[in-house]
């Protein structure tokens, strides 16, 4: 079955401590991107990767970092989380970026910083 | 720039009614426009798609959209409410270029009455 798998689906940690949100998805889709949400806000784009090695900026990434090293796999660093990094995480997939054939998205993960 | 108006925060219907759900957008180039619907701790779903074809686009679960570009909007109908329809719609234009980003709307719960 065509997904994009995230894990964990449910995270509680505390201030400073480390972690990592794991992305990977099975149709050989070139662009990624991360993206938080909350409530009365949507959906806002943290980081976004073209392709293998190839990752920037999207409209949130402060405290927040990513890696491409593999085309399937797309994980976001949380170096020193923080409160206000509480949110609901999903993970995005396309065969390109500007798919016309729409993204597709994880189960969400959602974080609480204590 | 782009952006992306969904003009209720919250529509309730009774089930067996119509749906509307109203969305407005503004974008400097051709937009590709999407609906997705988010049920209670699931992720995202694509309802349709619109990508310059035609601008009557049906979906899954029996809904439809109607791109007009005079009025910029891309509204989203079905004809008769299902108890199962009731969850959280957003209203996304893809930005485009290399960024790929997705702009979403802040989103319209739904609700359906028996």
């Known amino acids: 079955e065509a997904q994009v798998t995230q894990n964990p689906r449910y995270l509680i940690t505390v201030t400073g401590k480390k972690l990592t949100v794991t992305c990977s998805q099975n149709m050989n889709h070139e662009y990624m991107s991360w993206y938080r949400q909350d409530p009365g806000l949507g959906l806002r784009q943290i980081y976004y990767?073209?392709?293998?090695?190839?990752?920037d900026k999207g409209d949130v990434p402060e405290g927040y970092k990513v890696s491409r090293k593999e085309k399937r796999n797309f994980p976001l660093i949380l170096e020193s989380p923080s409160p206000n990094q509480t949110s609901l995480y999903f993970c995005?997939?396309?065969?390109?970026?500007?798919?016309?054939?729409?993204?597709?998205f994880g189960s969400g993960t959602r974080l609480t910083v204590v | 720039a782009q952006s992306v108006t969904q003009l209720d925060s919250h529509v309730s219907v009774s089930e067996g009614t119509p749906v509307l759900l109203r969305c407005n957008y503004s974008?400097?180039?051709?937009?590709?426009l999407f609906w997705y619907v988010q049920h209670p701790n699931k992720g995202l779903q694509l309802l349709l798609k619109?990508?310059?074809?035609?601008?009557l686009v049906k979906g899954i679960n029996g809904f439809e959209a109607e791109f007009k570009k005079s009025e910029t909007s891309f509204h989203l109908t079905k004809p008769s409410a299902h108890m199962s329809d009731a969850a959280e719609y957003f209203c996304v234009v893809s930005v485009g270029g290399s960024q790929g980003n997705l702009i979403f709307g802040k989103g319209t719960k739904l609700s359906v009455k028996p």
């Open positions: 974008s400097s180039y051709s937009p590709s």
């Open positions: 619109y990508t310059s074809a035609a601008t």
């Open positions: 995005a997939s396309s065969l390109v970026a500007r798919s016309y054939y729409g993204y597709t």
């Open positions: 990767s073209m392709n293998v090695e190839v990752t």
